[in-house]
């Protein structure tokens, strides 16, 4: 079955970095445009970053451009998300998910059916 387990995230001070990672198993990782979304306190769910199956392409929702990078590396099966200049409206819940069906990436959220538990990402000083 699909599994994706997000780590790393944790406590930062503003303008900090942390780097988010998920394993997926239980599909063929490779073929799929992947991305990381978030939940912020008393918010919906937002789409931050995606990145397309080979990982020669990236998209990145305009709050976090220029300061989020996602990265992949299929040989691990494995997605990742480095957060530099936090600040402290990037706290949230930050999950990772695979989209319903394989090729481009796609922004809805609707879009995704398996989605990790989530790991927290606090800023504040």
């Known amino acids: 079955q699909v599994q994706l387990v997000e780590s790393g995230g944790g406590l930062a001070q503003p303008g900090g970095s942390l780097r988010l990672s998920c394993a997926a198993s239980?599909?063929?990782?490779?073929?799929?445009?992947m991305s990381w979304a978030r939940q912020a306190p008393g918010k919906g769910l937002e789409w931050v970053a995606g990145i397309v199956s080979d990982g020669t392409n990236t998209y990145y929702a305009d709050s976090v451009m220029g300061r989020f990078t996602i990265s992949r590396d299929n040989a691990k099966n494995t997605l990742y998300l480095q957060l530099n200049s936090l600040k402290p409206e990037d706290t949230a819940l930050y999950y990772c998910?695979?989209?319903?069906?394989?090729?481009?990436?796609?922004?809805?959220?609707?879009?995704?059916?398996?989605w990790g538990q989530g790991t927290q990402v606090t800023v504040s000083s």
């Open positions: 239980g599909f063929t990782f490779s073929s799929y445009g």
């Open positions: 998910a695979k989209p319903k069906k394989a090729g481009k990436v796609v922004t809805s959220i609707h879009e995704y059916d398996y």
